[in-house]
């Protein structure tokens, strides 16, 4: 079942060397979630051959401008492209009164159903839960109100061990069951256990977006054991100072986090304008937690 | 003397093909004037090598966001790069409502002054007034209240007639006095005309601005005689139906009121996204009115 995030943009808030401010797709299961919407983030969906109609929910982490002023771009053009599905939008309450002040003025009565669903900065919640999936949001330390994301997997089905399944000549009406645990007996009355028949369930896997934020122990125990933290690393460390002052993080400082909440790999992002070359930033990150990458627009990563 | 704009943007509501919303940047006598500015300008502007801080002014025609959405994001990297110098803003009244509603969450406060001028969508009236250039704003028929903009070069100077000059050896404190109207008496007591002395100042040069529009008479007058008129065309004749109701012009329309106005030139632009291949808009437009460019971003066109 896949999973996996697409960088649209990782740049913090200036622009730069093709660069873009901040916004994700996580394709899960074939459903498109947006994580944050920076400005050109519709021009980038076209770029890299998404089907902005295929997007159902969209997550916006705080209102500095490079994290959401590309949506009412892209809700606008969802109108315009005859979008019927309804849209589910989390963000800052106050994005609802921005939203509906230029929708007023420009006009637009959207042709589809935008249901806004306010996060809370203050704590954890589950914002998003589904058979396969489950969405929590839980605060970050920013100089606005800010949270984060986390996106877990639900119980994923063992795999059928197709061998011993032939040979037993085992009906198909059996195979979900068996997959779901159920034990088989065949017609001659001998009991196949489940675990004889399948491959372990692999284990769920977890996505979480930490953009923008000071490395504070506050989201340690929620972002625990991620296979894929996304974390900003606005700065090199030799700037921490700047970092401390604006409320972001550096490369160091995201790889801390990453090694001290035993997350399997680190994606590094939001950029400083200053750096054209990100690859300091790599080393940097890489001399503390070692499974660490550098987010690149346009390239998918696996969760 | 410097009189030409880039476009950064051509495309109508959806971008597409690279295509950007609305955007200009008017040069005359290298101060900058931006005009429009979709979604993605601060992009186009760094694509283009245009530094934000030397723009000066910048135009709204109207708020639908395929026309000022780049506006926010502008604004604050003009802030975060620094700028100290003031800034002019013109553009539809509840358009300050919408910037102070987005800096007060994204708790922005600029480092310059951002000095609003509220346009009057009811009539023509002049916004800007130096010694060099008038700029007018004048009602436009849209869905929503809607201005165009016209940019009169003041009366031009002389040029001087160097070659009479040096033959006799005019000292270079009367140049400029000469150039202005101002006779010459020689040591001798002869007395030289300033038209013996410069060529005939050239001709006041006029740009006009207009999208979004239905054509209509009411902006005749004021349009009338420009050297370079930039028109919407957002559709092809064959769609004038779907252009009515949605109070836009076609490329014929956009010719007719070109070739009506007595302007020299026509630059089309404002496409729909329904239109991959420009050159059929071109050729319409062309069929009634010769003297016409398509707007291609990334390209200046001399007014």
Redesign the interface.
Known sequence: MKFEVLILGNSS????YER??SAQVLNFNEQLFLIDCG??T??QL?RYGIKSNKITHIFISH????HY??L??LL??MH??GRKSDLHLYG?A?LE??LL??FH????NLNYKLIFHPTNPEKEEVILKTAMLTVRSFPLTH??PCTGFRFDEGKRAATLNIEAVEKLKIPSVFLSGIKKGADYTSPEGTIYRSEELTYKAPSSRSYVYCSDTKPVDDYLEVIKGADLLYHESTFLHELSERAQQTFHSTALEAATVAKTAQVKKLLLGHYSARYKDLTPLLDEAKSVFEHTELSIEGNWFLV
């Open positions: 808030a200036t622009p730069i873009h401010p400005e050109a519709q021009m076209f209102l500095h401008g490079d002023l590309g009412v771009g606008s053009s315009l492209v800052p106050p009164e921005i002040l230029q003025y420009s006009d637009t100089r606005i």
